[in-house]
């Protein structure tokens, strides 16, 4: 939508613009939608910045008929100072957290969590579960 709106401004007619619409290809891992009959959607985004987090929980709670699960952790080796504003932003726009390691590299996968958890001001309300496809199941079939 965005690299449509970026040619029109740069003044591409719309009517050529809407003939090649149909053959944009997503940004695997952004915004990338899932469905399945009788499951909740799942989107994946790869949000690693306290922004994207915001941004992301943000466009999803507007299509969001139900309870908006936020399952995410941060990278080892990678700034430790943005960990506990991402807890906070995931405690403040969703309604279930579920923190989870995300390529731990030479950390601890608790160390991480813990300091994810240190910036909500209720980290008994979220679930924690280290490893990623496990953290990812329990929210898929628990929402």
Excluded at 47 to 75: I, M, N, Y
Aim: with cysteine; charged share 25%.
């Amino acid at each position: 939508m965005l690299a449509l709106a970026t040619l029109l401004a740069l003044g591409y007619p719309l009517a050529d613009l809407l003939k090649t619409a149909a053959r944009l290809q997503p940004v695997c891992g952004r915004m990338e939608v899932f469905t399945a009959p009788g499951k909740p959607t799942v989107v994946v985004d790869y949000a690693h910045t306290p922004d994207a987090l915001e941004k992301s929980l943000q466009a999803a709670r507007l299509h969001c008929a139900g309870k908006l699960w936020c399952v995410f952790g941060c990278g080892g080796d990678r700034d430790k100072g943005k960990r506990p504003l991402m807890g906070a932003i995931a405690e403040e726009f969703a309604d279930v957290a579920v923190v989870t390691d995300d390529n731990p590299r030479t950390e601890e996968p608790r160390a991480i969590i813990n300091d994810i958890l240190a910036g909500m001001l209720d980290a008994g309300h979220a679930k924690v579960m280290e490893g990623r496809a496990e953290a990812v199941t329990c929210a898929r079939y628990a929402g």
